[in-house]
């Protein structure tokens, strides 16, 4: 057992002297490192790794990294989604990327049958609930600007990546909760202790279906990161940075500001995220390709079918009353802007 670990760690500073080689462009003598744990998908295990290094000329210098580690897996529909990083970063893709939206960089990675490793840069940004209004909503213009340069450019680096989810993802997730007797049947029992407006804004858009799919087909289609919720987002002073592209693939546009709005931890900010980060997504869209006739009601039918259900199925099994709590106010929020969107139709 201790062979093991020690080929284990031999394997792991062999790849850090060669990420950090790549880093620094110098080559590098050896190197002191700690690790410190991050949070990672499923199945991952991502970790901080910093310290100091000695180059072959003698210089000292300080550095951080992380460091990922990614096991084989099955995700619903989506086989492959457990290398599609791998597969987004040897293909051209980084090439595409605006001034002010991009991914980490990527310093080496490697691949075999059952798992993979990815070093990459560390981000030094604002993260998480840290992230303001002002922040989501700088983060939804650069995202629109970046789609929309790809939808408009087509560039020939897309033709060539063969591993991306497919744009029939997000309806085959809500036809999956829509055949669960525990979220469909719940909201329409009895025994459920939601607001009864809750329940009927979820029961209207399945009595609704054809339609509000007929709408969101009309939407164009585009590159979707698909996980795009604060946590994966890194606010800096120049750039947004976005993390955790496995999901990644061809969606609907205004999926990934969907998530931005309703993929949240608090749900404070709901309305306010909606009503700002909508306009910036579709004007920084507008940048590449006009989108004048997509109205913010579509967008909203999209956060309900990618996220209603999802809720309903946190509130009825929480573990505990904080979590039952905030799922429920996520649902109220969603109401609300249902509300906000009624009235502005009337007042038209």
Same mark, same amino acid.
């Given at each position: 057992?201790?062979?093991?670990?020690?080929?284990?760690?031999?394997?792991?500073?062999?790849?850090?002297?060669?990420?950090?080689?790549?880093?620094?462009? /110098?080559?590098?003598?050896?190197?002191?490192?700690?690790?410190?744990?991050?949070?990672?998908?499923?199945?991952?295990?991502?970790?901080?790794?910093?310290?100091?290094?000695?180059?072959?000329?003698?210089?000292?210098?300080?550095?951080?990294?992380?460091? $990922?580690?990614?096991?084989?897996?099955?995700?619903?529909?989506?086989?492959?989604?457990?290398?599609?990083?791998?597969?987004?970063? /040897?293909?051209?893709?980084?090439?595409?990327?605006?001034?002010? #939206?991009?991914?980490?960089?990527?310093?080496?990675?490697?691949?075999?049958?059952?798992?993979?490793?990815?070093?990459?840069?560390?981000?030094?940004?604002?993260?998480?609930?840290?992230?303001?209004?002002?922040?989501?909503?700088?983060?939804?213009?650069?995202?629109?600007?970046?789609?929309? /340069?790809?939808?408009?450019?087509?560039?020939?680096?897309?033709?060539?990546?063969?591993?991306?989810?497919?744009?029939? #993802?997000?309806?085959?997730?809500?036809?999956?909760?829509?055949?669960?007797?525990?979220?469909?049947?719940?909201?329409?029992?009895?025994?459920?202790?939601?607001?009864?407006?809750?329940?009927?804004?979820?029961?209207?858009?399945?009595?609704?279906?054809?339609?509000?799919?007929?709408?969101?087909? $009309?939407?164009?289609?585009?590159?979707?990161?698909?996980?795009?919720?604060?946590?994966?987002?890194?606010?800096?002073?120049?750039?947004?940075?976005?993390?955790?592209?496995?999901?990644?693939?061809?969606?609907?546009?205004?999926?990934?500001?969907?998530?931005? *709005?309703?993929?949240?931890?608090?749900?404070?900010?709901?309305?306010?995220?909606?009503?700002?980060?909508?306009?910036?997504?579709?004007?920084?869209?507008?940048?590449?390709?006009?989108?004048?006739?997509?109205?913010?009601?579509?967008?909203?039918?999209?956060?309900?079918?990618?996220?209603?259900?999802?809720?309903?199925?946190?509130?009825?099994?929480?573990?505990?009353?904080?979590?039952?709590?905030?799922?429920?106010?996520?649902?109220?929020?969603?109401?609300? *802007?249902?509300?906000?969107?009624? /009235?502005?139709? $009337?007042?038209?």
């Amino acid at each position: 057992m201790k062979n093991r670990i020690k080929e284990q760690d031999d394997n792991f500073y062999n790849t850090l002297l060669i990420a950090l080689k790549e880093m620094f462009d /110098k080559d590098i003598e050896k190197a002191r490192y700690d690790t410190k744990q991050l949070h990672g998908g499923t199945l991952g295990d991502v970790k901080l790794v910093y310290g100091t290094l000695i180059t072959k000329t003698g210089e000292t210098l300080e550095y951080k990294v992380v460091y $990922k580690n990614q096991k084989k897996w099955k995700r619903y529909s989506d086989d492959n989604s457990w290398r599609r990083e791998y597969d987004l970063y /040897k293909s051209d893709l980084g090439n595409e990327f605006t001034n002010n #939206f991009r991914w980490p960089i990527c310093y080496y990675t490697n691949i075999s049958k059952n798992e993979l490793q990815i070093w990459m840069e560390y981000i030094d940004g604002i993260t998480g609930d840290s992230l303001t209004v002002d922040m989501c909503e700088a983060a939804a213009r650069a995202l629109g600007r970046f789609q929309g /340069k790809l939808f408009a450019e087509k560039p020939k680096a897309l033709d060539k990546i063969r591993n991306l989810s497919n744009v029939g #993802f997000l309806r085959q997730n809500y036809l999956n909760y829509r055949s669960w007797p525990e979220v469909y049947d719940y909201i329409r029992s009895d025994d459920c202790d939601l607001p009864k407006h809750i329940c009927e804004m979820m029961i209207e858009i399945d009595e609704n279906e054809e339609r509000v799919w007929r709408e969101i087909g $009309k939407l164009p289609i585009v590159l979707c990161q698909r996980d795009f919720w604060n946590a994966n987002i890194f606010y800096t002073e120049n750039q947004i940075i976005c993390i955790d592209w496995d999901t990644t693939g061809w969606g609907r546009l205004g999926e990934d500001i969907a998530s931005l *709005i309703a993929d949240v931890e608090d749900s404070g900010n709901i309305v306010e995220c909606f009503k700002r980060c909508v306009p910036a997504y579709l004007s920084g869209f507008s940048e590449y390709h006009r989108v004048d006739n997509i109205s913010r009601a579509t967008i909203y039918h999209l956060i309900i079918v990618m996220f209603g259900y999802r809720y309903i199925e946190n509130y009825k099994f929480a573990k505990t009353d904080q979590d039952k709590k905030l799922s429920r106010d996520i649902l109220k929020k969603l109401f609300n *802007i249902r509300v906000e969107l009624t /009235k502005q139709q $009337k007042m038209l």
